[in-house]
C-alpha cells in the first residue's frame, strides 16, 4: 500500500521555541495533505487541509499563525508549530489521500509525531 | 457534521472473536474505512466497506453495515495478541475520501 512518513517522530522542545514537522509521500504523489492532533485516548481532529501551491484551509477555531503550513511539493508538506507551549504538546499525524479502487480514494497515515514541550 | 459512536474498551480472550461496534448520524456516508492505531503509531487502514454494500470479508475480518440504522460492525475472528491496539471507525460523507473519527475502541486480548 501506499507509504506516508513523517519526521521527526518525536521532539522535545522548550516553550516559546519553533517546531516543524515534514509529512512526505513515498511513493505517490500528493496534491492535497491533511494534518491532524490525537490528544491522548481521544479521537483525531482536523486541523488543517495543505494544498500544494496554494494556501491551506484551516478548520474551525485552529490559529493558522500558530500551526502555519507548508506544500513545497506533490510529496512534502511541513508543519511548524510556532512559540510552542505546553499545551501544544500532542501527537501530531499527517495523511494523504490516494487511489484505493476505481473512484475511490482513501486517507493513507503518517507513523506520527510526539511533541513535548517542556 | 457527522458524529461517531464507538464503546471505549473491548476485553477477548486469545481465540475468541472481536465484535467492534459503531455508530455515525450522517446518512450520506458513502465510504466507511476501519482504523487500526497500534500504541505511539499512525494509523493503518484496515479495510472499508461501501455505503452499497452489506458486508464485507476480508481474512480475518468481516464488516457488516446496516445503513438504515447506520451502524457498522467490525468483527476479528480468532483474534490474536497482536491485534490488541485501538480500532477506529470512519465514516466519509458527501463522497468525500475525508473520514470522521470517533474517539476509537481499545481492543485488549487476553492470552
Known amino acids: 500500500g501506499a507509504v506516508v512518513s513523517q519526521h521527526p517522530s518525536r521532539v522535545i522542545c522548550k516553550s516559546g521555541t519553533s517546531v516543524k514537522i515534514e509529512c512526505r509521500s513515498l511513493d505517490f504523489q500528493a496534491t492535497t495533505m491533511f494534518w491532524y492532533r490525537q490528544f491522548p485516548k481521544q479521537s483525531l481532529m482536523l486541523m488543517a487541509t495543505s494544498n500544494e501551491g496554494s494556501k491551506a484551509t484551516y478548520e474551525q477555531g485552529v490559529e493558522k499563525d500558530k500551526f502555519l503550513i507548508n506544500h513545497a511539493s506533490l510529496t512534502l508538506s511541513t508543519l511548524t508549530v510556532t512559540s510552542a507551549h505546553p499545551e501544544d504538546s500532542s501527537f501530531y499525524i499527517c495523511?494523504?489521500?490516494?487511489?484505493?479502487?476505481?473512484?475511490?480514494?482513501?486517507?493513507?497515515f503518517g507513523p506520527g509525531t510526539r511533541l513535548t514541550v517542556l | 457534521g457527522e458524529d461517531v459512536e464507538q464503546s471505549l474498551f473491548l476485553s477477548v480472550r486469545e481465540g475468541d472473536s472481536s465484535v467492534i461496534n459503531c455508530t455515525y448520524t450522517d446518512s450520506s456516508s458513502t465510504y466507511l474505512y476501519w482504523y487500526k492505531q497500534e500504541p505511539g503509531a499512525g494509523l493503518q487502514l484496515l479495510t472499508y466497506?461501501?455505503?452499497?454494500?452489506d458486508m464485507k470479508q476480508d481474512q480475518r475480518l468481516t464488516v457488516l453495515l446496516n445503513k438504515k440504522d447506520k451502524h457498522l460492525s467490525l468483527r476479528i475472528a480468532d483474534t490474536q495478541t497482536g491485534d490488541s491496539a485501538i480500532y477506529f471507525c470512519?465514516?466519509?460523507?458527501?463522497?468525500?475520501?475525508?473520514?470522521?473519527f470517533g474517539r476509537g475502541t481499545s481492543l485488549i486480548v487476553h492470552p
Open positions: 470512519a465514516p466519509a460523507s458527501g463522497g468525500s475520501y475525508i473520514p470522521t
Open positions: 466497506i461501501f455505503s452499497n454494500m
Open positions: 495523511s494523504a489521500p490516494h487511489r484505493l479502487a476505481a473512484n475511490t480514494d482513501t486517507q493513507y
